[in-house]
């Protein structure tokens, strides 16, 4: 099994920048994809928000967060990264880890999530 730990949410204000980590333990070696999720409101359906490949050379984003905000990967501490500059109100919302086994499809594992909160 993997488990995910999300940390590095808080309150920011609009403009500001914000780091998530994700630390992966387990068997870390099943996990060929890792992405970065949110949901913004109870009752929403959770959003993908980038994904980057375990080479660290295939990396995609939502066209909401392009420009903004960047994900990387350090494979030897089994973490992954959520860079967000330029925070926006509408960045609001629990961001959630999780891990692919496969190039495609769903996703198998997933962390509790963290708060995100931005004001304006």
């Known amino acids: 099994q993997v488990q995910l730990v999300e940390s590095g949410g808080g309150l920011v204000q609009a403009g500001e920048p914000l780091r998530l980590s994700c630390a992966a333990s387990?068997?870390?070696?099943?996990?060929?994809?890792m992405g970065w999720f949110r949901r913004q409101a109870p009752g929403k359906e959770r959003e993908f928000v980038a994904a980057i490949r375990s080479s660290a050379d295939t990396t995609n984003y939502a066209d909401s967060v392009k420009g903004r905000f960047t994900i990387s990967r350090d494979n030897a501490k089994n973490t992954v990264y959520l860079q967000m500059n330029n925070l926006k109100p509408e960045d609001t919302a629990v961001y959630y880890c999780?891990?692919?086994?496969?190039?495609?499809?769903?996703?198998?594992?997933w962390g509790q999530g963290t708060q995100v909160t931005v004001s304006s």
């Open positions: 387990g068997r870390t070696s099943n996990i060929n994809t």
């Open positions: 999780a891990g692919r086994r496969n190039y495609y499809g769903n996703y198998d594992y």
